[in-house]
């Protein structure tokens, strides 16, 4: 059979539970170094980023945040919310044009609300406005 020739012809292994072989000193010293290189430079790195940035803010320090408003600035996003808000309740509680040459105008939504429930109501009849209730 020659499955049992090559395992005749091979020294049989020993079961040593471990390796053989130990791991060369060399090896575990460059990969000690190296590794230590690493961190060394990424520490100074992050040094250098740390001293260049703090140097930017000059020397009245950190800028001053007021409080006044609450706890935190307002991002660009909710600045431009509050802009489009404060423009549409101007929108919605002022008179102006739509269309000049059709001669339509926008009222304010208030007395728009009471025009329509006055004319609404004057367009009901009094017994469908109480069958409406029931």
């Known amino acids: 059979m020659p499955h049992e020739s090559l395992s005749a012809a091979a020294p049989p292994a020993a079961n040593l539970g471990y390796e053989p072989k130990d791991a060369s000193p060399r090896v575990i ?4 170094a190296i590794l230590g290189g690493g961190i060394f430079m990424t520490l100074a790195v992050c040094a250098w980023l740390y001293l ?3 140097s930017q803010t000059g ?3 950190p800028r001053q945040t007021s409080f006044a408003e609450g706890w935190r600035e307002k991002t660009g996003i909710e600045q431009d919310q509050e802009a489009l808000r404060r ?6 509680n002022s008179y102006g044009w739509i269309d000049n040459s059709k001669r339509r105008v926008r009222i304010p939504i208030d007395r728009a609300m009471e025009q329509m429930a006055r004319e609404g109501a004057a367009k009901t009849k009094p017994t469908e406005a109480a ?3 029931r």
Do not use: F, K, P, Q
Request: proline letters at 0%; charged letters at 20%.
């Open 131 to 133: 069958e409406g209730r």
């Open 52 to 54: 260049a940035s703090s």
């Open 59 to 61: 020397a009245a320090g």
């Open 29 to 32: 010293a460059i990969t000690v």
């Open 87 to 92: 423009e549409v309740e101007a929108h919605l």
